[in-house]
């Protein structure tokens, strides 16, 4: 899974999904209730209910494939409540993929202009 960090988008799909679901079922997913196009290029990611495992889909202009990381311990997210399908950037995913859950942060302060 190589990709230009700054040109790749990821789109996170809010609900709990079947680890049973394979090529087929998740591009219906991205395709009907994202409302994406699965052959987009884009990094569609999915979650299972106890958030311990995540697929993503994506195409590399051959084909769909589909990646799965399952946790030994932990779990992905804390709290099924505060998700919600969205879009993030790479490094959002890797830190996801890590166990680390992006949020967005507020900055405590505001830029000096600098003219």
Avoid at 18 to 36: I, N, P, V
Avoid at 69 to 94: F, P, V
Wanted: net charge positive.
């Amino acid at each position: 899974m190589f990709f230009p960090e700054g040109q790749v988008r990821v789109f996170v799909y809010g609900e709990p999904v079947s680890m049973r679901l394979s090529f087929d079922g998740l591009y219906a997913l991205t395709r009907h209730t994202m409302k994406q196009d699965p052959l987009s290029g884009h990094l569609f990611t999915f979650i299972n209910r106890r958030a311990t495992q995540v697929k993503v889909l994506y195409f590399d202009r051959t084909g769909l494939c589909v990646w799965s990381k399952r946790l030994e311990r932990g779990r992905l997210l804390s709290n099924w409540n505060a998700m919600s399908s969205r879009e993030m950037d790479w490094t959002g995913l890797k830190l996801l993929l890590e166990g680390i859950e992006p949020r967005r942060v507020r900055l405590r302060y505001k830029k000096a202009d600098s003219s």
